[in-house]
């Protein structure tokens, strides 16, 4: 338990407009005394506290923190069992939502609180409850004018634009974002060029630039994924902004090394690591044989072979996993889990029609046949 002396006592101090000589002169004590209960290096004995606290008229709880205390102790407890909730599934969510709504009335001015209770508006079934949103929005807006923390206030800024969008108010949602700086005006593009102008150290370079070209990659990974996946589906065209053959291949080469570069800021045991490796590169082959399956045969039989090296490389997959089964009345989906024989599995990842002009080939049978030992 950690007791709020130093703060509370700076904070009443502050607020009567007192020196720390004057309060130490009223108290009777030294004012090197009242400078060590603020930066925390020592506290009231118990003969003063009562006196500080009738001073400024406040309880002795007050001078010790006990109901902030008490209070971060309950806000804890109302998370976990939110989260408790949420790993139960998506019917919780009226319980989750109404949590969140009742610790937002107990604490309107716990801004992370009132912004925890707004996100969980804009999660289902906001897109069929617009009146959710809204009262997001007003949460959004009230902390945006009374919270100063930079962090909770970015953080509003982001959800503002994603509860307009919602709403369908595309305009609006587009000129909030145009107000967010830039990539390059970004805390980590800031921080990594300070490092790079004003630090001489070698060591410290490098690991700011390893670091910075980490959250580069995470970032372009994402829209690398949808590119390539939206392509290969046939849900885009070139003239539609879609990739050209050239682009998608460009891509398709640049995927396993980049998403090799989102890892350089963790650290990571090798197990996992070659894990998720062997994972990416087995699911990055799969892809190229999708996009030869169409032009060229033996290179996409070349790939599908590629493809079941590194799957045998890694774990097996669970046979199965959780899926919506439809909505309930407020919107919110309901999952259910179904599971799946190992053929079922493995035949699932090649069903796409895209396969169809190898998939009677002899060698595609033979290293789907080895897929299927492997997650037997």
């Known amino acids: ?34 400078s060590k209960w603020e930066c925390g290096d020592g506290y009231p004995d118990i003969t003063t506290l009562p006196l500080i606290a009738n001073f400024f008229d406040v309880s002795v709880d007050d001078i010790l923190g006990m109901s ?43 801004y992370d609180v009132q912004l925890r209770y707004a996100e969980r508006l804009l999660r289902y ?56 700086p830039d990539l390059n005006q970004s805390r980590e593009s800031v921080l990594y060029n300070l490092v790079m102008r004003h630090q001489a150290n070698l060591s410290e ?12 990659a995470t970032l372009l990974y994402a829209p690398f994924q949808v590119l390539i996946n939206t392509t290969l589906t046939g849900g885009d065209s070139v003239t539609d902004g879609g990739l050209t053959d050239a682009e998608l291949i460009r891509l398709l080469h640049m995927e396993v090394p980049l998403y090799m570069m989102t890892n350089m800021q963790y650290e990571l045991d090798k197990e996992s690591n070659d894990e998720q490796l062997n994972f990416t590169t087995a699911i990055n082959c799969q892809r190229f044989t999708a996009f030869y399956a169409t032009r ?6 070349f790939y599908l072979e590629k493809h079941v090296e590194f799957s045998l490389l890694r774990s ?37 029609e ?19 030992e492997h997650e037997r």
């Open 1 to 34: 338990m950690e007791l709020k002396i130093a703060e509370n006592v700076k904070r009443l101090r502050v607020q009567r407009g007192l020196t720390q000589e004057s309060l130490a002169e009223i108290l009777g004590i030294a004012s090197q005394t009242v």
């Open 354 to 372: 895209i396969f169809d002009p190898i998939r009677n080939h002899p060698r595609f049978l033979a290293a789907i046949e080895r897929l299927k």
């Open 205 to 216: 370079r490098l690991s700011a630039t390893r670091k910075y070209a980490a959250q580069l």
């Open 125 to 180: 079934p906001a897109h069929n409850k617009p009146e959710l949103v809204r009262e997001s929005i007003a949460i959004i807006e009230r902390v945006l004018d009374e919270c100063r923390k930079s962090g909770l206030r970015h953080e509003a800024n982001s959800m503002q634009i994603t509860a307009y969008t919602l709403l369908g108010e595309n305009e609006t949602a587009a000129a909030l974002a145009e107000k967010l």
């Open 296 to 301: 060229d045969i033996e290179k996409a039989l």
């Open 68 to 110: 902030e205390i008490r209070d971060e102790a309950r806000i804890k407890e109302a998370y976990a069992r939110v989260l408790e909730l949420q790993m139960q599934g998506a019917a919780n969510e009226p319980e989750v939502r109404q949590i969140l709504r009742e610790l937002s009335h107990e604490f309107p001015r716990d």
């Open 316 to 352: 097996k997959y669970p046979h199965g996993g959780t899926r919506i089964a439809g909505v309930d009345a407020d919107g919110a989906p309901i999952l259910e889990r179904y599971e799946m024989t190992a053929d079922e599995f493995v035949e699932h990842q090649y069903a796409t």
